[in-house]
């Protein structure tokens, strides 16, 4: 879903192509949008971001939340 988030805002960003042999406008394809904007694929920048995270968490410390919420053994009931 972020997937197709991103290149909805990238197609309104660019706007769309015009065919030079048809002589109309159309919406840029999935593969001339990543040719247009060669940033990582924004699920991949994410998943790198947490991984970063993570490997931030075990030095903070065992009492710090961080810790708590990555290692730790949720107690009591869930709310259904």
Known sequence: MLRVFENRLLRRIFGPKRDEVAGECRELQNEELSDLYSSA????????????????????????????????????????
């Open 41 to 80: 694929n924004i699920v991949w920048v994410i998943k790198s971001k947490r991984m970063r995270w993570a490997e931030h968490v075990p030095c903070m410390g065992k009492k710090r939340g961080a810790s708590k919420v990555l290692v730790g053994k949720p107690e009591g009931k869930t709310q259904a």
